[in-house]
């Protein structure tokens, strides 16, 4: 679980991005993933941050680790589509109700704009259509309780 959030949380992936990245989209030298295939249809780049690039270079060297082209992978080797029962225990041990996967995606653009990242380049990392959709979805309540807390608000 540890790394799907890290990595969530690192890079802005949606679920079906991030379960679905294979090594070969993942460029260390030029710090960044190549997507290929999004929801939009539009392909983009996105950074990785120094946590995003340890956790990258950790998952293919576990010893015992099938043979895959996927970063993230179950024990045999095929890919996970959902880590819900992993995630609903990992909210229950922490304490946290009404979290979903994708706040795990507002939490990525909450930093990037605490950091003083600009919403046409957040909009660009996050494949919205849109900057007006960046701005929508940064301007949510539960956007907004991330941004000022930390914490999402229920």
Do not use: N
């Not at 179950?74 to 996967?101: N, P, Q, S």
């Not at 003083?116 to 990392?125: Q, T």
């Amino acid at each position: 679980m540890r790394p799907a959030i890290t990595l969530a949380v690192e890079t802005g992936l949606r679920k079906g991005e991030l379960f679905s990245l294979m090594t070969l989209a993942i460029d260390l030298a030029r710090r960044e993933i190549r997507l290929d295939q999004t929801k939009s249809g539009v392909p983009r780049r996105v950074p990785l941050s120094d946590a995003a690039i340890a956790t990258m270079k950790v998952l293919p060297a576990q010893q015992g680790r099938p043979k895959t082209p996927y970063l993230i992978v179950k024990e045999d080797g095929t890919r996970f589509l959902d880590m819900k029962k992993g995630f609903a225990a990992a909210c229950r041990r922490a304490k946290i109700t009404g979290f979903l996967w994708h706040d795990l995606r507002h939490r990525f653009a909450s930093w990037f704009v605490q950091a003083g990242g600009d919403l046409c380049h957040l909009s660009r990392i996050l494949g919205h259509a849109t900057v007006q959709m960046t701005t929508r979805a940064t301007s949510m309540p539960s956007f907004a309780m991330w941004h000022k807390t930390g914490q999402r608000s229920i």
